[in-house]
């Protein structure tokens, strides 16, 4: 009964936003222009998609398997936690998720921009368009009401790896992220068509902070679940559904910094229009890519090339509206010179590095169906190679990073530029030596990470120094950015650290053998049987010493689960600043006295957390910021 | 510029399949070995390489390696052999050809594009 | 300028919608039209089985499998069938004899020799990814390989390709 209301919710969406379309598409084949007020329409479609996701939410949560998506994805043995967050744990959910997050920022645009009622009625035609899209999309190839048949008795299993507090909240932040950078396109959008003034930059502003912020959040959270749940303490492995995530990051990260130059100094305007369109259309790209089967991947959803077809037709046009629009305008800007040493030239030059990043990256996510498709080739672009360009490109990212906050804006010189900040670069030297004769017995690329990633923090605080020297009070962007470059520094030095720097030891353990890694004492006391709420649990103990003195004592699993048959191995973690012991337990070995254990010390791990919860910090400062100067 | 490269190849190394009696008794054979580790394809794998992988076909990879590298052979060697066996798709790094040079050609051109659109004279 | 935007726009999204017809898991043989890779085994018999064996034929087929492969119970009956017009060689990975005899016992066996291939290396020397695999081999060139069991409906382009000339 309630799913069947959910529905009905779902084609009210659809019939209430077809008439934005309906007027988006009269207005631009020039027939008669009726006026129409879209915010009316973004108000009910965010209310009927809400009724309709928490109808599937309430279905989930009472395993009603006369859906086929929970009879195919949800289990009533299920710990109710995991019945909620399956909700979007499937393709169908996920999606209506999507929509539900693309109608809620029409409405919250509706609610709280300072824009004109005209300039918001004109960008919600826009957004409330693009639901329409979605919905279709949804009711017709993706619905999650779609009945089961034969209606089971018990639903199949939610994948054990989904059922994980950590993964249970990475979807949502990251359709705040990409799903909210849909406003920043219906907000650039709106201004090409012409008759808003320049003041729109404003009125982006606050939108492309808080989607960056969530999405941020989004594949930091991503990454931390890989880190402590695969049993691998790796963090990023490239898998291109990964890769997807992190393109829109990174336009919207450059975007971020153009959109303040737009703002102060009124150039940019059209750089920043066309990376708020591009955004957008590479977290539909992204979406295509997941969810069509055309790439192989672990994230990938239960894939269907059909599907595939609908999101393609998808992408194809609100890109192509998003391009021709832009191409149309009907706005000129002012146009300067740009000289590479000022602020100007420092923005510019993070731009074509964070674009040519992203570019490089969808390359080689990407060449493998090229070349399967032109050339019948079959290859792989994997880790090595991602790796081998993300290096070159980290040292003029990092050059940028410090000297830019120094450059003046309009033209700087380059001796005075040195000159200014030659205190810096004497504390560069220093803290470069100090780094090396700390690890001196290290790889030369950590210490080179390690030490460019404290310069990084230097500079920044010594940004806020210079400040406090000179009494005066500092500025609120001047914090932002401070706390979002620590950010980086902290997670260059936590990336390198627990990549080049782990510690490793792999063997078969006895039963009261203690091994020694890093300066900690690791025992093996056993194995225990443990039965969980829907799992048998293998669960090693070890005893961790340091010193004699008794620290912890860690439960590493391996868990076998009752419903769908999978096995899951539960790392257990010790973090500190310095670095995590990390440690999974394998299989018996024959003899039975034995097991499989792999220990690891992994250095300054913690800090790539820290250092994404800064970036996060520094944004959300930024987002204040620009709430507050909206006029 | 080769040196670069080879510490590169050991950065973000996870080797979470290998089973204790795989590791080669010699330190610097088993770091080679972790090194071609990283650069092949498990290939019934979701894009993982054989070091990473439960798989049989990454078991019998990463055995083969050993094998090759206790005899004597180099990194050439092997690479080479397991890539006439496997086609490209086995390697995660193609090698360049006509028709795998737009992966590096592509991104330098934009990179070159894009820098003469921010510093061109209006 | 605009029109080359516009031709490069759908060029992406055109090989984007190829890309959707293809199966992105999988892959071909490096083997195909190569000679047949040398290889000196022990058969179940325990007599000597090497690639001589299969090349002084005109046509042969080789398949991949193990007693414990599930697809590969799936597929004997198309190989028995095979067997009938075309002389079958199998090598059995990771085999124990012990478990191998009573499957062949119940199943039939459409194999003239089986190679035993105890420590998998025989399979990787042929390009084998997974079981079961299976060759067609001319004049000792690789001609074809299909991945996974054979069902009824690959049977017709077994008999076209394998079609004595």
Redesign the interface.
């Known amino acids: 009964m309630i799913s069947e209301i959910g529905f009905v919710f779902l084609t009210l969406t659809l019939v209430i936003s077809s008439f934005s379309f309906a007027q988006l598409i009269y207005s631009h084949l020039n027939l008669k222009n009726f006026a129409f007020n879209h915010l009316k329409v973004t108000n009910l479609i965010f209310f009927f998609t809400l009724s309709s996701f928490i109808s599937l939410t309430y279905s989930f949560l009472i395993s009603d398997f006369s859906l086929n998506v929970i009879a195919q994805n949800s289990n009533s043995q299920l710990p109710t936690i995991y019945k909620f967050t399956g909700v979007w744990g499937n393709h169908e959910g996920s999606i209506l998720l999507w929509l539900l997050v693309m109608t809620f920022f029409g409405f919250l645009f509706s609610k709280n921009s300072s824009a004109t009622e005209e300039f918001k009625n004109n960008v919600l035609k826009i957004q409330n368009s693009l639901c329409f899209l979605v919905v279709s999309f949804v009711i017709f190839t993706s619905n999650p009401f779609e009945k089961s048949f034969p209606y089971p008795i018990e639903g199949g299993d939610l994948n054990p790896l989904l059922q994980d507090p950590g993964l249970a909240i990475h979807p949502p932040f990251l359709y705040l992220g990409y799903v909210g950078f849909s406003i920043i396109y219906s907000i650039s959008v709106a201004a090409l068509s012409g008759g808003v003034k320049k003041y729109f930059i404003k009125i982006l502003k606050p939108w492309v902070f808080i989607s960056w912020i969530f999405l941020t959040c989004g594949i930091g959270l991503g990454s931390w679940w890989a880190y402590y749940e695969l049993g691998w303490g790796g963090f990023w492995f490239w898998d291109p559904v990964e890769n997807a995530s992190l393109l829109p990051w990174l336009t919207a990260s450059a975007l971020l910094h153009t959109i303040v130059v737009a703002d102060k100094k009124k150039i940019f305007i059209n750089w920043t229009i066309i990376l708020s369109i591009l955004t957008f259309i590479l977290s539909l790209l992204g979406t295509f890519l997941v969810r069509s089967g055309v790439l192989v991947s672990v994230h990938a959803f239960a894939n269907d090339p059909t599907r595939g077809v609908y999101i393609l037709l998808l992408l194809t046009s609100i890109s192509f509206f998003g391009i021709f629009k832009y191409i149309n305008k009907n706005i000129q800007m002012g146009r300067t010179d740009i000289s590479l040493i000022s602020r100007e030239g420092m923005i510019s030059l993070n731009n074509i590095f964070m674009l040519s990043l992203t570019f490089t990256i969808l390359v080689g996510t990407i060449y493998p169906l090229f070349a399967s498709v032109l050339f019948n080739s079959k290859i792989s672009v994997g880790a090595p190679f991602f790796n081998s360009i993300l290096m070159p490109v980290m040292f003029p990212f990092i050059a940028g990073m410090i000297i830019g906050p120094y450059t003046k804006w309009g033209k700087d010189d380059l001796i005075l530029l040195l000159n200014r900040i030659k205190i810096l670069i004497l504390c560069f030297f220093i803290i470069s030596l100090l780094v090396w004769y700390l690890n001196y017995k290290t790889p030369i690329l950590s210490i080179i990470f390690i030490a460019l990633g404290c310069w990084i923090i230097f500079s920044s605080l010594f940004e806020i120094f210079q400040f406090i020297n000179k009494k005066l009070r500092i500025p609120k962007k001047t914090f932002a950015q401070v706390t979002a470059h620590i950010g980086i520094g902290l997670l260059i030095i936590g990336a390198t650290g627990s990549s080049i720097l782990k510690q490793e030891k792999i063997q078969f353990q006895e039963v009261g053998q203690s091994l020694k890694i890093k300066n900690f004492d690791v025992e093996f006391l056993g194995v225990k049987k443990i039965e969980g709420p829907n799992y048998i649990s293998q669960m090693g103990v070890f005893s961790i010493k340091k010193q004699g003195k008794k620290i912890k004592i860690l439960r590493p699993e391996k868990r076998f689960y009752n419903a769908g048959k999978q096995v899951t191995t539960e790392a257990a973690i010790h973090s500190s600043i310095f670095g995590d012991l990390y440690i999974a337990i394998g299989d018996v070995h024959e003899d039975k006295t034995k097991w499989t254990t792999r220990i690891w010390f992994n250095p300054f791990t913690i800090w790539i957390w820290i250092g994404v919860f800064f970036l996060a910090t520094g944004g959300s400062i930024s987002f204040l910021n620009s709430l507050s100067r909206q006029q | 510029m080769i040196i670069?490269?080879f510490?590169?190849?050991?950065?973000?190394?996870?080797?979470?399949a290998?089973?204790?009696?795989e590791?080669l008794k010699n330190k610097e054979l088993e770091a080679q070995a972790r090194a071609i580790g990283?650069?092949l394809?498990c290939?019934?794998c979701?894009?993982?390489?054989i070091q990473?992988s439960n798989a049989?076909?990454a078991?019998?990879?990463r055995?083969?390696v050993r094998i090759k590298l206790e005899k004597g052979e180099s990194k050439e060697e092997i690479m080479d052999f397991?890539?006439?066996?496997?086609?490209?798709?086995?390697?995660?790094?193609?090698p360049l050809r006509f028709?795998?040079a737009?992966?590096w050609l592509?991104?330098i051109s934009?990179?070159i594009l894009?820098?003469f659109y921010?510093?061109r004279?209006? | 300028m605009k029109y080359f935007f516009f031709v490069f726009f759908f060029f992406c999204i055109f090989i984007l919608y190829e890309g959707l017809q293809k199966d992105p898991n999988l892959v071909p043989s490096n083997l195909i039209s190569k000679k047949i890779p040398e290889f000196s085994i022990k058969s179940l018999q325990g007599k000597n089985f090497t690639n001589v064996d299969l090349e002084n034929k005109e046509v042969v087929i080789l398949n991949f499998f193990a007693s414990w492969c599930p697809p590969c119970k799936v597929e004997h009956p198309q190989l028995l069938k095979l067997s009938n017009i075309i002389p079958v060689f199998g090598i059995a990975k990771k085999n124990k004899k012990n478990d191998l005899l009573p499957w062949l016992e119940e199943l039939g066996s459409p194999y003239e020799v089986i190679g035993m291939d105890h420590n998998g290396l025989q399979s990787v020397n042929w390009g084998v990814y997974g079981l079961p695999e299976t060759f067609i081999i001319q004049n000792g060139l690789v001609k074809y390989r299909h991945v996974g069991p054979i069902m009824k409906r690959d049977l017709e382009i077994f008999k076209n390709l394998t079609k004595k000339k």
Do not use: C, W
């Open positions: 670069f490269i510490f590169m190849n050991i950065i973000l190394s996870e080797a979470v290998i089973e204790p009696n590791i990283k650069e394809r290939l019934v979701q894009n993982e390489d990473n049989d076909i078991k019998d990879l055995k083969i397991i890539h006439s066996k496997y086609g490209d798709f086995v390697l995660f790094s193609p028709d795998t737009g992966l592509l991104p934009f990179f894009l820098t921010f510093f004279k209006r």
